[in-house]
């Protein structure tokens, strides 16, 4: 099992952690409410998750763009 980081705007990968490295409760998944878990957390056949984020580069947009905040995408 791996957890893969994925940006919920650009849909660029981000970054991953291999299972034998750290595990899904000690990145404190189990304190997420049901409805961030389905939000945030993506579980796959092989037992890998994908977690959405947003990346910096999307961040630092969002920041000089607040108003960007109420579009359901902003990348072109």
């Known amino acids: 099992m791996a957890i893969h980081y994925r940006c919920r705007h650009c849909k660029t990968h981000v970054g991953s952690i291999d299972h034998h490295t750290v595990n899904a409760a000690q990145l404190g998944f189990e304190t997420l409410s049901n409805e961030e878990r389905?939000?945030?957390?993506s579980y796959k056949e092989n037992g890998?998750?994908?977690?959405?984020?947003?990346?910096?580069?999307?961040?630092?947009?969002?920041?000089?763009?607040?108003?960007?905040?109420?579009?359901?995408?902003?990348?072109?």
Request: hydrophobic share 25%; net charge negative; glycine share 0%.
């Open 38 to 41: 389905q939000e945030l957390l």
């Open 48 to 76: 890998d998750i994908e977690v959405t984020t947003t990346c910096e580069d999307c961040q630092d947009t969002l920041e000089r763009n607040p108003e960007y905040h109420t579009l359901k995408s902003f990348i072109q």
